[in-house]
Nanobody, 123 residues
């Protein structure tokens, strides 16, 4: 059974930065695609960034140029570096893993999910 545990969320002022981490256990995820989703209060969960097994990346237009997704397969960990944060980035951020391996943008195609970490950006 795969477990994903997110960390690194918190409260930050607009313009600030945070780095989220997603540590996996139970099996190695080097062949998996990984994604960072976010869900703001009252809104649907949306994909913010994804990375394929071989390092290809995808970013939602709303975060492009500000967020960077990366992975360290030796540590079985995925990161989301978030710079120049805006109040509209406030959400619970979820890490997800897809056995597919290549970039996955559809929520339902992810196989494993973390519990989420809250990111709050004050204006």
């Amino acid at each position: 059974q795969v477990q994903l545990v997110e960390s690194g969320g918190g409260l930050v002022q607009a313009g600030g930065s945070l780095r989220l981490s997603c540590a996996a256990s139970g099996r190695t995820l080097s062949s998996f695609a990984m994604g960072w989703f976010r869900q703001a209060l009252g809104k649907e969960r949306e994909l913010a960034a994804a990375i394929s097994w071989n390092g290809g990346t995808y970013y939602a237009d709303s975060v492009k140029g500000r967020f960077t997704i990366s992975r360290d397969n030796a540590k079985n960990t995925v990161y989301l570096q978030m710079n120049n944060l805006k109040p509209e980035d406030t959400a619970v951020y979820y890490c997800a893993a897809a056995a597919e391996g290549y970039i996955v943008v559809v929520l339902d195609e992810y196989d494993y999910w973390g519990q989420g970490t809250q990111v709050t950006v004050s204006s």
